[in-house]
């Protein structure tokens, strides 16, 4: 279970209602092949914005033509993601904001390579990842303002989880997510970074950072027992897993450089058990943050 960039969606997962597999399946599309198109490949940023901008030029023609007979027309190459997806959209009465959130942020990948601080990476989260738990919620028929809030503690828990362990692979990118504010804090530089400086000074930042991202995600951990059914099993095995990897990052003297860390076989047993225990696996305060 690696904690990865939009891999929030449990589209191959047997715990997933199957009469929404098909409309989980089109909300990946639209986000992965977005993400793809700010990330992947050797495109200039003006094609990787203009590719963007299609998109939402797409989710423009779906707006307007809400309560309409019509089915909206999109660009050939993009009907396959667009009409499913608009399909969706219709049967479940989805919102376009967070769609619009997700590509904004996709965007801000683009031209955003540094973060002065938290709350301005907070913000890129709320835009990146949050939109993932709001609209799985609203498939379930579940997004309570309680429910939405446990949720983006989730959504932006797995997102710094990410960040953290790949902390080399985004600076291979030209990336830094570790805010700059911290990295004064703690004395870390961008050349040791460049360097992959696993010292005291790294250490101490990382276990900082790691600790922001368990309290996020132990203060979205009642999600998944507020939940029935196989959707707050398939939540207690994601929240679960962000954690694990978290230790993982610990385990390994916070070096990840040379040892990212992700979750293999051998972690199943552990997590299905914990996964059983919950809520005694979380500290007594995991409700508040």
């Known amino acids: ?3 990865d960039h939009y891999e929030n969606f449990p589209v191959a997962s047997f715990l997933l209602p199957p009469a929404l597999r098909a409309s989980v ?8 092949s977005a993400d ?3 990330d992947e490949g050797d495109a200039s940023d003006a094609e990787r914005l203009a590719g963007l901008a ?12 809400a309560g309409s007979a019509r089915s909206p027309s999109f660009d050939s190459d993009l009907d396959p993601i667009f009409t499913p997806l608009s399909a969706t959209i219709g049967r479940h009465d989805l919102p376009l904001a967070p769609f619009r959130r997700l590509l904004s942020a996709f965007a801000q990948d683009v031209t955003v390579k540094r973060y002065a601080d938290y709350p301005v990476l907070a913000d890129y989260c709320q ?6 738990g709001e609209l799985m919620l609203r498939l379930y028929g579940a997004a309570t303002p309680q429910h939405l809030a446990w949720s983006s503690a989730i959504c932006t828990g797995l997102q710094l989880t990410n960040f953290w362990q790949d902390v080399g692979v985004d600076w291979e990118k030209g990336r830094i997510y570790l805010p700059q504010d911290d990295r004064t804090r703690f004395g870390v530089s961008e050349a040791a970074i460049a360097a ?8 101490a930042l990382m276990a900082f950072e790691v600790d922001r991202a368990r309290a996020l995600l132990h203060f979205g951990a009642p999600l998944a027992l507020a939940l029935p059914g196989r959707i707050g099993w398939e939540l207690r095995l994601v929240v679960l897993g962000g954690l694990r990897i978290l230790e993982r990052i610990e ?7 040379r040892h990212r860390p992700v979750l293999g076989k051998s972690d199943w047993l552990a997590l299905i058990w914990r996964a059983c225990r919950l809520p005694h696996t979380l500290p007594a305060t995991s409700t508040s943050l």
Do not use: C, H, K, N
């Not at 399946?25 to 986000?31: I, P, Q, S, W």
């Not at 299609?54 to 033509?65: F, W």
């Not at 992959?196 to 250490?203: G, I, K, L, Q, W």
């Open 1 to 3: 279970m690696p904690v």
């Open 25 to 32: 399946t089109d909300l990946y599309r639209f986000a992965r």
């Open 36 to 38: 793809d198109i700010a």
């Open 54 to 65: 299609r998109y939402q030029a797409m989710l423009d023609r779906i707006e307007a033509s």
């Open 127 to 132: 835009r990146s990842a949050d939109p993932v």
């Open 196 to 203: 992959r400086r696993v010292d005291a000074p790294f250490r």
């Open 251 to 257: 385990a390994v003297g916070y070096d990840v450089f």
